[in-house]
Nanobody, 125 residues
C-alpha cells in the first residue's frame, strides 16, 4: 500500500496560484487512480479532481473546472494540483487520495482507500 505526503500549501492572495504536490511511496504508484479532496471549516470534505492511471482522463468539480489542473508523473511517484485564479472560497485543507480498485464513483470519498494527512491552503480576500 502507498503512503501519501502532500506539500506546497500555504497562504496566497485571491487571484494567485499555488501548486500542491503529493508524493507516494510504497506499492507501484501507477496502479492507483489519484484524487484530490478538500475540507473547509465547518463543511464536509468534497471532491476536487481525479486523474486516471497514466493521466489520460481527468475529472473536476464544477467549482474548480477551468481554474485547477491535476497531473501526475509516474516516474516521480507524484500527483500535482495546479490551482490558479484562487478565490477565498477555495480555502480548505486539501488531501490527496489513492484508489486501488478503479471505482466508477470517482467523486466519492469511499472510492479511495489511502489518504494523505492533508495540507492547508488559505486564500485571503
Amino acid at each position: 500500500q502507498v503512503q501519501l505526503i502532500e506539500s506546497g500549501g500555504g497562504l496566497v492572495q485571491a487571484g494567485g496560484s499555488l501548486r500542491l504536490s503529493c508524493a507516494a511511496s510504497g506499492r507501484a504508484f501507477s496502479s492507483y487512480i489519484m484524487g484530490w479532496f478538500r475540507q473547509a471549516p465547518g463543511k464536509e470534505r468534497e471532491f476536487v479532481a481525479r486523474i486516471s492511471y497514466i493521466g489520460r482522463s481527468t475529472y473536476y468539480a464544477n467549482s474548480v473546472k477551468g481554474r485547477f489542473d491535476i497531473s501526475r508523473d509516474n516516474a516521480k511517484n507524484t500527483v500535482y494540483l495546479q490551482m490558479n485564479s484562487l478565490k477565498p472560497e477555495d480555502t480548505a485543507v486539501y488531501s490527496c487520495a489513492a484508489d486501488s480498485r478503479g471505482s466508477s464513483s470517482w467523486f466519492r470519498e469511499e472510492s479511495y482507500d489511502v489518504w494523505g494527512q492533508g495540507i492547508q491552503v488559505t486564500v485571503s480576500g
